[in-house]
Each structure stands twice: as structure tokens, then as C-alpha cells.
């Protein structure tokens, strides 16, 4: 799942509510019932189409691999074949060494790791895996059992949390990414010191550290690492030889590997205004001035991957996505009781419809998402990684799966959802739904309404929260005539927490690379938070692999906007080195500063429906998302 990124026009609304679409009647595929007489599972017309949207939005590559079975394609073509059918899209480049994308391209799946890792727990309970005490391992497992070590802040849930808890998003816990990279014996000895946004068991919030403790999980009940187990379990007796959890073994298979790609000085008034053109014409305009320069940023972690390997970084590419998908509807290699195991509903993520009138809300189960599409019951799950965003999403009554992969940082997200509508819609042979211009009339919509609201504006320094239902007042309610900032003296220094670790908090002045300040004045522009001499910084080495700095600007008196930022490099096409850099933000929260430390607010990214905290200036220490103590 991705944060909320402030770079351009369409990633400022990225988390927005779809208004009902623009539907028509289908008339360039057939249902699944017609007759075709091409065996392919979407016809070209849909090919084509993507592509255009693709070359629309200066987008470098899509690819999309699909599978269906043989009653789908028995009613599709009116034969009784007896074999699954594949279909590979690979659409424009996968990096800047010019390779195309192809069937044997990899690429990073991000969160669609989480399914490996829920299917290896539920292999070792399949097995009849014995605890140390004797007992069956099973979903109710106490993790504490297992991993005396762990434990959470609420004594009671660290006692009582269950495999499933974890698994399912329901220990209490919001996002606190900034854990992830660590060890992953650090990030579990490191959990019991989180605060958590919700009671134990109470809300569903998304939450990536849970299968970093299955990673734990697995190696001390088999004695043996969570990358070998699922090669040995999975893996190979899938199939599946060109899978990795480890980027320098897929680099060493010699295949193509994607790069993300991200935008760079996108006119933002010219792509605004060439998007209300798009509108206005109905979807035949130009949107070339939304592309900016593309620019490549490589592979997204800058360590082989492994310690994320349950929560984040497999890679793969279409080929052995054909063998996963095939296994996913229909079993045949795993036992047939695990896949239903993890598409089974456990906990509620989102109260309200996704798109109301045409998707339900989410539900979760282990490392799936469930929900309903137009009334059809849709398994899958979503990933994101720096500059490389995945979708996997299964129709399973119909029998047909598929997996969109794009490799573009600021609209992968939007085209992974374009995509995947647009497939379901022909797969399914519903009305046509017209989600390009949909999506770009939300956009405009939201930003008409971002130049006139400021009250609602997520670019005005404001005390911001992750939460969608923030009770926070905003800006010019709580703060008419900022107070002037607290000087250096009162900012400079370390702060330290037992989760988060030491910030060394410096002035931004103090930051050396060249490339690097170019590129936070450039982004923090964009954002309407000007870099001066009341700016501050913190670079984060402990735990790089989604945070790498915070940045914090004045707001009011104690008051500072904090921005989490990372910060990726950029390279030329064809070269190995790096060539400048590029501020991908989280945010801005806010921090406020005392005598004795710092609170952050707005941070930890709470679940949809979770009330935000309030910034409050008393009792900070107890009210905040984070406490850093000063040294």
C-alpha cells in the first residue's frame, strides 16, 4: 500500500473516494458466454487500449499476465477444451537499459509478497508442526509461544495475540513503516515499544511489520530461513524457477530487471489545465504536459531485500505468475485447504465502499484482500515498492485471475486500479466503464476544490494526520498569526525512542550533498513548505528501506511540520551511475518540540475510520503518535 505522495497532480488525491463512473454499453468484447474465435482472454481492442492510456500519461511500461480456466474459455470460444489459458501483456520499457518488457521480465511484487508468507504458516499448521510445549500449531497460536521475545505495548494483547491476529491486521497496530528495513530480530524486539492507534483486536489496520514477525515465525519452527522454506515448499515444487526474495541472486539469473520510474518538473498548471481539457473532450486530448521527464530510479531497495522477505520483496515475472495465479483458483500442487484458509474474511479494513455503487468495502484474511466488484465476490491483494506498483485480483466463480504490473511511481497506483477495472469490466463482459476519464475528473474535481478550500488543503503546512477522518482543526482555525518558530537551541540535538531509535536532528544547512538538496528544494516547493534557515533535518541509517529522512519546517511557535521523505537516485538511460536525486514524501505531520523532547502526529498512518490524535502542545509525551526523549 502506498503513502500519500504530494508530487504532482494526481498523486495529491491518489487516496480519494470515486464519485460514480462514466458507463456505457459494451460493444468491443464479448461476455464470457458469447463465441470468439480467438483464444486469447481479452481480445487486442483492450490491448490497445491500455496501451494508449499508457503512452497518455507518459507511463514506461505495463505488464499484465492473465489466467483462465477451462470453463471460462469453454464459454468464451464455445469449445470444450480441457486447458488453462494464458495470455501475457508486456507493453513499452521495463528500464533504462531499453529492454522491453516481456514474459520473462522481473519485476519487484511488492506487498503480494504477504500471500507466501500467510501460505507458508498455513503449510506448517497443514503439516501438524508440534510447539515446544507439545501442542498442535494452529491459526490460535499465541505468537508469545512461539516468540517469547515479542510482545506489544498493550500487555494484554502482546500476551494474547494470536498467528491470526497478526496475520489478519487486527493487533491494534497502525503502519509505523519506519521499522521496516531493520532486522528482523530487531523489528520484533522492537514492537513492544509501538504505540498502538486502536484496542486489541478492535479495527483492521493495514500493517506490514505483523508478517515480519511470520518470518520469525517460520525460522524458529523449522530451523531453517523463511526464503528456504518457501523455495523448498513452494517454489519448486511449483515451478516457479525465476521467483526471488533476493535482488542480487535475480540480477545474477541474467534476465531483465524492471526499474521504477518516477516524474520529474511536471508543469502542474499545464498538466490541470490539459486534464480539464481531457474532460472536456471527453477523453481525445492531449495529457503530455502531466508526463514531465521521466526519469529512472532503479531498483527500489538498496540492500538485496532479504529482511522484508514475508511482507515486501519477492520478485518474479509473468511466466512464474502464470503457475501462481493457475495455483491460487485452482490448487494443485498445495494442499486444497490453504488457499480458502487465506481468502476467508478476518477482519474489516475499510467501513465504507471503496468505489460507492461499484465496490464493496475490504475485507482482509491472511495476506488477502476480499471485497465485491459490480457483484462479483473479487480475492486478491495490491503491492507497492518505489517506482513499482502490482496488482493481483481473481474473479474465483469465474475462474480467471490476473496480475497488472506497472513500473511508475507517481501514477502506478492509478494505473494499476485503471487496469485492473478495465480487465474486470471485459473479462466479466459488464458495461463499459470509461475509468481514465473517471479518474481524471475525480482528479480535477478534487483539485478545484484543494485551490478553494483551504481548510481542507493537504499542501498548506498544517498539523496533518494519515487518517481519513481526521478530527484535527485545521491551520487557519488553530493558528491565525503563527507564532515564530523555537530557535536552534531548542531543536538541535538526539532524541531517542525504544522503537524508533535515535534522531540526530541537525539543520538542514548542515546537509552536505548537493544532489540532495536540489532535490528536497525542489519537492518541498511543490509541497508549499520553502526550505530556509528554520529548517531541520534527520537521516535516518538505522532503518533506510522506506524512510531515509525527516524533514522539519515551521508551522507555529513549537509547532514544526514534519515530512518523511525518501530519497532515491536517478539515472541516466543506459548508465550504472547515478546522476542527481529524487524526494519521494510521506505526509507532512506534524512535531511538536518541548524542553524534555519531541512528539510526532500524523505519522504512523492510521487504518480508514481510526479518529486522528489531535496536535496538542500539553502532555505531549503521552498524546503523541511517537515520544522521542531528548538526550
Same mark, same amino acid.
Given at each position: 500500500?502506498?503513502?500519500?505522495?504530494?508530487?504532482?497532480?494526481?498523486?495529491?488525491?491518489?487516496?480519494?473516494?470515486?464519485?460514480?463512473?462514466?458507463?456505457?454499453?459494451?460493444?468491443?468484447?464479448?461476455?464470457?458466454?458469447?463465441?470468439?474465435?480467438?483464444?486469447?482472454?481479452?481480445?487486442?481492442?483492450?490491448?490497445?487500449?491500455?496501451?494508449?492510456?499508457?503512452?497518455?500519461?507518459?507511463?514506461?511500461?505495463?505488464?499484465?499476465?492473465?489466467?483462465?480456466?477451462?470453463?471460462?474459455?469453454?464459454?468464451?470460444?464455445?469449445?470444450?477444451?480441457?486447458?488453462?489459458?494464458?495470455?501475457?501483456?508486456?507493453?513499452?520499457?521495463?528500464?533504462?537499459?531499453?529492454?522491453?518488457?516481456?514474459?520473462?521480465?522481473?519485476?519487484?511484487?511488492?506487498?503480494?509478497?504477504?500471500?507466501?508468507?500467510?501460505?507458508?504458516?498455513?503449510?506448517?499448521?497443514?503439516?501438524?508442526?508440534?510447539?515446544?510445549?507439545?501442542?498442535?500449531?494452529?491459526?490460535?497460536?499465541?505468537?508469545?509461544?512461539?516468540?517469547?521475545?515479542?510482545?506489544?505495548?498493550?500487555?494484554?494483547?502482546?500476551?494474547?495475540?494470536?498467528?491470526?491476529?497478526?496475520?489478519?491486521?487486527?493487533?491494534?497496530?497502525?503502519?509505523?513503516?519506519?521499522?521496516?528495513?531493520?532486522?528482523?530480530?530487531?523489528?520484533?524486539?522492537?514492537?513492544?515499544?509501538?504505540?498502538?492507534?486502536?484496542?486489541?483486536?478492535?479495527?483492521?489496520?493495514?500493517?506490514?511489520?505483523?508478517?515480519?514477525?511470520?518470518?520469525?515465525?517460520?525460522?524458529?519452527?523449522?530451523?531453517?530461513?523463511?526464503?528456504?522454506?518457501?523455495?523448498?515448499?513452494?517454489?519448486?515444487?511449483?515451478?516457479?524457477?525465476?521467483?526471488?526474495?533476493?535482488?542480487?541472486?535475480?540480477?545474477?539469473?541474467?534476465?531483465?530487471?524492471?526499474?521504477?520510474?518516477?516524474?520529474?518538473?511536471?508543469?502542474?498548471?499545464?498538466?490541470?489545465?490539459?486534464?480539464?481539457?481531457?474532460?472536456?473532450?471527453?477523453?481525445?486530448?492531449?495529457?503530455?504536459?502531466?508526463?514531465?521527464?521521466?526519469?529512472?530510479?532503479?531498483?527500489?531497495?538498496?540492500?538485496?531485500?532479504?529482511?522484508?522477505?514475508?511482507?515486501? /520483496?519477492?520478485? !518474479?515475472? #509473468?511466466?512464474?505468475?502464470?503457475?501462481?495465479?493457475?495455483? %491460487?483458483?485452482? *490448487? @494443485?500442487?498445495? $494442499? +486444497?485447504?490453504?488457499?480458502?484458509?487465506?481468502?476467508?474474511?478476518?477482519?474489516?479494513?475499510?467501513?465504507?465502499?471503496?468505489?460507492?455503487?461499484?465496490?464493496?468495502?475490504?475485507?482482509?484474511?491472511?495476506?488477502?484482500?476480499?471485497?465485491?466488484?459490480?457483484?462479483?465476490?473479487?480475492?486478491?491483494?495490491?503491492?507497492?515498492?518505489?517506482?513499482?506498483?502490482?496488482?493481483?485480483?481473481?474473479?474465483?466463480?469465474?475462474?480467471?485471475?490476473?496480475?497488472?504490473?506497472?513500473?511508475?511511481?507517481?501514477?502506478?497506483?492509478?494505473?494499476?486500479?485503471?487496469?485492473?477495472?478495465?480487465?474486470?469490466?471485459?473479462?466479466?463482459?459488464?458495461?463499459?466503464?470509461?475509468?481514465?476519464?473517471?479518474?481524471?475528473?475525480?482528479?480535477?474535481?478534487?483539485?478545484?476544490?484543494?485551490?478553494?478550500?483551504?481548510?481542507?488543503?493537504?499542501?498548506?503546512? /498544517?498539523?496533518? !494526520?494519515? #487518517?481519513?477522518?481526521?478530527?484535527?482543526?485545521?491551520?487557519? %482555525?488553530?493558528? *491565525? @498569526?503563527?507564532? $515564530? +518558530?523555537?530557535?536552534?537551541?531548542?531543536?538541535?540535538?538526539?532524541?531517542?525512542?525504544?522503537?524508533?531509535?535515535?534522531?540526530?536532528?541537525?539543520?538542514?544547512?548542515?546537509?552536505?550533498?548537493?544532489?540532495?538538496?536540489?532535490?528536497?528544494?525542489?519537492?518541498?516547493?511543490?509541497?508549499?513548505?520553502?526550505?530556509?534557515?528554520?529548517?531541520?533535518?534527520?537521516?535516518?541509517?538505522?532503518?533506510?528501506?522506506?524512510?531515509?529522512?525527516?524533514?522539519?519546517?515551521?508551522?507555529?511557535?513549537?509547532?514544526?511540520?514534519?515530512?518523511?521523505?525518501?530519497?532515491?537516485?536517478?539515472?541516466?538511460?543506459?548508465?550504472?551511475?547515478?546522476?542527481?536525486?529524487?524526494?519521494?514524501?510521506?505526509?507532512?505531520?506534524?512535531?511538536?518540540?518541548?524542553?524534555?523532547?519531541?512528539?510526532?502526529?500524523?505519522?504512523?498512518?492510521?487504518?480508514?475510520?481510526?479518529?486522528?490524535?489531535?496536535?496538542?502542545?500539553?502532555?505531549?509525551?503521552?498524546?503523541?503518535?511517537?515520544?522521542?526523549?531528548?538526550?
Amino acid at each position: 500500500m502506498l503513502p500519500l505522495h504530494l508530487l504532482t497532480v494526481a498523486t495529491l488525491f491518489i487516496s480519494r473516494v470515486h464519485s460514480l463512473p462514466h458507463i456505457s454499453t459494451r460493444q468491443d468484447t464479448p461476455s464470457p458466454n458469447a463465441t470468439a474465435g480467438s483464444a486469447n482472454i481479452v481480445d487486442q481492442t483492450i490491448v490497445n487500449k491500455l496501451d494508449d492510456i499508457r503512452s497518455r500519461w507518459g507511463i514506461k511500461g505495463i505488464n499484465v499476465v492473465l489466467v483462465a480456466s477451462p470453463e471460462y474459455m469453454g464459454h468464451k470460444t464455445g469449445t470444450n477444451t480441457t486447458e488453462w489459458a494464458t495470455q501475457s501483456i508486456a507493453l513499452g520499457q521495463a528500464n533504462r537499459f531499453g529492454d522491453e518488457f516481456t514474459d520473462e521480465t522481473l519485476y519487484a511484487l511488492g506487498s503480494n509478497s504477504k500471500h507466501f508468507a500467510a501460505v507458508a504458516v498455513a503449510l506448517l499448521i497443514e503439516n501438524g508442526t508440534v510447539l515446544p510445549n507439545g501442542e498442535p500449531l494452529t491459526y490460535t497460536t499465541k505468537v508469545k509461544d512461539i516468540l517469547p521475545e515479542f510482545g506489544l505495548l498493550d500487555e494484554y494483547a502482546g500476551q494474547n495475540a494470536e498467528l491470526v491476529d497478526l496475520l489478519s491486521m487486527r493487533s491494534g497496530l497502525p503502519r509505523h513503516d519506519h521499522l521496516m528495513g531493520l532486522d528482523v530480530e530487531e523489528v520484533v524486539s522492537r514492537m513492544k515499544y509501538l504505540r498502538p492507534s486502536t484496542p486489541f483486536r478492535h479495527d483492521g489496520q493495514y500493517q506490514s511489520l505483523h508478517y515480519i514477525v511470520m518470518d520469525q515465525v517460520v525460522s524458529t519452527l523449522t530451523g531453517t530461513s523463511f526464503v528456504d522454506f518457501v523455495q523448498t515448499h513452494m517454489f519448486d515444487p511449483l515451478g516457479m524457477t525465476n521467483t526471488y526474495h533476493n535482488h542480487t541472486q535475480a540480477v545474477e539469473s541474467g534476465l531483465s530487471v524492471a526499474d521504477g520510474w518516477v516524474h520529474e518538473d511536471i508543469d502542474l498548471e499545464g498538466c490541470l489545465a490539459a486534464s480539464q481539457e481531457f474532460i472536456k473532450q471527453g477523453g481525445n486530448a492531449s495529457l503530455i504536459p502531466c508526463a514531465g521527464n521521466v526519469k529512472s530510479i532503479g531498483w527500489w531497495d538498496r540492500t538485496d531485500g532479504v529482511r522484508i522477505g514475508t511482507t515486501g /520483496s519477492a520478485i !518474479t515475472n #509473468s511466466q512464474d505468475m502464470f503457475k501462481w495465479l493457475k495455483e %491460487e483458483l485452482s *490448487p @494443485s500442487i498445495l $494442499p +486444497p485447504t490453504i488457499i480458502p484458509a487465506t481468502v476467508t474474511s478476518q477482519t474489516i479494513l475499510t467501513k465504507k465502499p471503496v468505489i460507492p455503487g461499484i465496490t464493496s468495502s475490504y475485507t482482509y484474511g491472511l495476506g488477502q484482500f476480499m471485497y465485491t466488484y459490480r457483484g462479483y465476490a473479487i480475492n486478491g491483494h495490491d503491492g507497492s515498492v518505489w517506482g513499482q506498483l502490482s496488482h493481483n485480483t481473481r474473479v474465483p466463480d469465474v475462474g480467471v485471475g490476473f496480475v497488472v504490473i506497472v513500473n511508475d511511481q507517481a501514477y502506478g497506483d492509478l494505473m494499476c486500479s485503471m487496469v485492473e477495472h478495465i480487465l474486470l469490466d471485459a473479462i466479466l463482459g459488464l458495461a463499459e466503464i470509461n475509468w481514465e476519464l473517471d479518474t481524471f475528473t475525480g482528479l480535477a474535481g478534487d483539485v478545484s476544490t484543494e485551490s478553494t478550500d483551504s481548510s481542507t488543503s493537504q499542501n498548506s503546512a /498544517s498539523p496533518a !494526520t494519515s #487518517s481519513d477522518n481526521s478530527t484535527s482543526a485545521s491551520a487557519s %482555525e488553530t493558528a *491565525p @498569526s503563527p507564532r $515564530p +518558530p523555537l530557535g536552534a537551541e531548542s531543536i538541535v540535538g538526539k532524541y531517542t525512542d525504544e522503537a524508533y531509535g535515535t534522531f540526530d536532528i541537525q539543520p538542514l544547512s548542515n546537509l552536505q550533498d548537493p544532489e540532495i538538496i536540489l532535490a528536497f528544494n525542489k519537492t518541498f516547493t511543490l509541497l508549499d513548505l520553502p526550505l530556509g534557515n528554520n529548517t531541520y533535518y534527520y537521516e535516518n541509517t538505522d532503518s533506510s528501506s522506506f524512510i531515509t529522512h525527516y524533514i522539519f519546517t515551521p508551522f507555529d511557535g513549537p509547532i514544526f511540520n514534519v515530512t518523511a521523505s525518501y530519497v532515491a537516485p536517478l539515472y541516466p538511460d543506459g548508465s550504472e551511475t547515478k546522476n542527481g536525486s529524487t524526494v519521494i514524501s510521506y505526509g507532512p505531520g506534524s512535531a511538536v518540540f518541548k524542553d524534555d523532547g519531541v512528539g510526532l502526529f500524523g505519522i504512523w498512518q492510521a487504518g480508514s475510520g481510526v479518529p486522528a490524535r489531535e496536535v496538542v502542545e500539553v502532555d505531549v509525551e503521552n498524546q503523541a503518535e511517537v515520544w522521542l526523549r531528548k538526550v
